[in-house]
């Protein structure tokens, strides 16, 4: 199976291809085009939402790529430092780290879910692991409503980890680790809890067949695992209608 192209490489084809649209565009038919800087950026991003919906990109791209150029130029008549862009940068970056290349988004499980979660875990003493966990709010609810339970949370990403791992230091059953957890074994867990997203879900059902031993449980927050059928569906009332995919190894 051919790996998917990564959504930022895709993203930065379509704007380059749209920009060398908009520059043919002006040397053969409109050579005043450039003495409006705002519409050959409104143009190039029109070019670019066309180029990436012909390309397959996922539809929130495309507002992206229509109001990427105008917004850049727009915002460049405020006098803005640059230190500020790179500021934001470096921010952002901390928070969703390489979403990039993991084609997984910074999600965050609610309390409702931590609530319908609960009763899935085992009524004795078990092992819990949150496949990125974000800032452990969800491992903080479920440890402090289990007690003889131990949970660990893995997290790539810096800021979130970090939050995770303060907020959660008085928990002697919680456990934050950073780090990839494609390279964590399974075997030890009980219950494996993850919100990702579709691209990983094939992947990460291998992983539990191949580690995960034969009473555990995996859950999928929202994603299912295609061409699998789950143990259970447990909804979750919610305001997003949350759907917990249950599958037992």
């Known amino acids: 199976m051919p790996t998917p192209a990564s959504p930022v490489a895709s993203a930065a084809t379509a704007q380059i291809l749209g ?9 053969t038919v409109f050579p005043s085009l450039f003495d ?3 519409l050959a950026a409104a143009l190039q991003g029109v070019c670019a939402a066309a180029i990436g919906y ?11 790529h229509l109001v990427f150029l105008p917004a850049a130029i727009y915002a460049n008549r405020f006098g803005i430092a640059p230190t500020w862009y790179l500021a934001g940068f470096v921010v952002l ?15 965050l499980s609610n309390a409702a879910t931590a609530r319908a979660l609960l009763p899935l875990l085992p009524d004795t003493p078990c092992q ?15 440890a402090r ?14 800021l979130p980890w970090l939050w995770a791992k303060l907020a959660g230091r008085r928990l002697p059953n919680l456990r934050i680790r950073y780090g990839d957890f494609w390279n964590s074994p399974l075997d030890r867990y009980d219950v494996v809890y993850a919100f990702l997203s579709p691209v990983p879900m094939p992947a990460l059902m291998h992983k539990a067949r191949a ?21 259970r569906i447990v909804e979750v009332p919610d305001r997003r209608a949350t759907r917990l995919y249950c599958y037992r190894m």
């Open 54 to 64: 012909l390309r397959g990109t996922p539809a929130w791209w495309l507002p992206i």
């Open 36 to 38: 409006a800087p705002l």
């Open 145 to 158: 409503a289990r007690p003889d339970a131990s949970f660990l949370g893995i997290e790539h990403a810096p």
């Open 19 to 27: 920009a060398g649209a908009v520059i043919a565009l002006a040397l």
């Open 128 to 142: 819990v692991i949150d496949l990125g966990c974000g800032h452990g709010g969800l491992l903080r609810r479920l």
């Open 211 to 231: 580690e995960m031993h034969r009473a555990a449980l995996l859950v999928s927050n929202t994603f299912a695992v295609p061409a699998e059928t789950p143990e």
């Open 93 to 107: 970056l901390l928070i969703y780290w390489r979403t990039d290349r993991s084609q997984v988004p910074l999600y």
